[in-house]
């Protein structure tokens, strides 16, 4: 089959591999679309510390089973279409065995640690396997990792009808990240510094949409979220709280990155600081979500690519032009 390979850190191309074969419990998926996103970026630059090389890359994705291993169970059958969760936690450390798996310490997941999607098949767990609805497409099943990534994180930090939030980054993350939030009835307030990004923001139903919270005039948040992994704008939504806020740090920073935040406020003003690190049992409530129509996504995909043009897409991707860039094997 056709798959993109990333053979070392730097080293990407598209080449002929091997067709995977279901292992016991596996089942093979014909693939119908897989999202870019910036861990894609550092699995191809050697940013990813967990990925091991020669790898096929790809983890937010849909298709077709085409092919059941020994063993499957859950009725699944040839032909389904499913959506897949990625992750591949091993189920007996600490973090795994107390109900925490994405913080498995033998973590592990489809397209970061083993192959992944972006390829023509892929094998996978059929218990990772969510059905997807007739009326999904497989570009809209792609969609459903980033928001079940969005889902865990506002389960971290919470959300209460009537609250002010404001979202750092209107890419992909923060505009699935707005739409939820504002869903549970919150107020969302979106910065980013590239002003192209705003007007969907706005369109998508922000309160307000501004370049640099600098502009906002005094106005403070009950709780933020960054969506960009850059220091100055974890600062800045930081500063931006209210006394007894909240802020979520779910951009993913350099492993070396440091922010300089008020150790003060922190006691004086009862600040609360979470993290929230990929998908936990949040796969099929996001699925549901997209389903219902939850998340605009026609306003999220930009942009989709056959197979042999990947380096492209990633080029792209690097440029942030567009938001959400997938790649489509079967040419969808
Ligand atoms: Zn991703
Ligand atoms: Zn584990």
Redesign the pocket.
């Known amino acids: 089959m056709r798959a993109v390979v990333v053979d070392r850190p730097g080293s990407v191309r598209v080449g002929d591999v091997p067709d995977p074969t279901p292992g016991r419990r596996e089942v093979v998926i014909k693939v119908g679309a897989c999202g870019i ?1 910036g ?1 894609d970026l550092h699995i191809a630059d050697g940013h990813f510390p967990p990925t091991p090389y020669p790898i096929v890359p790809g ?2 994705f849909a298709g077709e089973i085409v092919e059941l291993g020994p063993d499957v169970r859950g009725g699944w059958a040839i032909g389904d279409r499913v959506a897949v969760d990625p992750s591949l936690f091993c189920g007996y450390c600490d973090p795994c065995r107390s109900g925490r798996g994405n913080l498995c310490a033998n973590w592990g997941a489809t397209g970061d640690t083993v192959d992944g999607a972006f390829a023509e098949y892929v094998a996978v767990p059929s218990a990772t396997c969510h059905r997807l609805p007739g009326e999904l497409t497989y570009a809209q099943g792609a969609l459903v ?2 928001v079940s990534c969005a889902v865990h994180g506002i389960r971290r930090i919470g959300v209460e009808a009537g609250e002010r939030f404001l979202v750092m980054g209107a890419g992909t993350m923060g505009l699935i990240m707005q739409q939820l939030l504002q869903r549970a009835g919150a107020l969302v307030t979106v910065a980013d510094r590239n002003a192209g990004r705003l007007p969907r923001a706005s369109a998508l139903g922000a309160a307000a949409v501004v370049t640099d919270p600098g502009e906002l005039d005094g106005e403070t948040f009950d709780a933020s979220v960054d969506c960009t992994g850059a220091a100055p704008a974890i600062e800045a939504a930081f500063d931006r709280l209210r006394r007894g806020g909240r802020l979520l740090v779910f951009g993913v920073a350099p492993e070396q990155e440091r922010v300089s935040l008020s150790p003060y406020r922190f006691y004086n003003d009862e600040i609360t600081v979470v993290g929230s690190m990929a998908v936990l049992h949040s796969y099929g409530a996001a699925l549901d979500l997209v389903a219902s129509g939850a998340i605009d996504t026609d306003a999220l995909v930009t942009h989709s690519l056959p197979l042999e043009r990947f380096t492209e897409a990633l080029d792209l991707m690097r440029g942030g032009t567009g938001l959400k860039i997938q790649v489509v094997p079967g040419g969808e």
């Open positions: 996103c861990t983890h937010e990792e980033p």
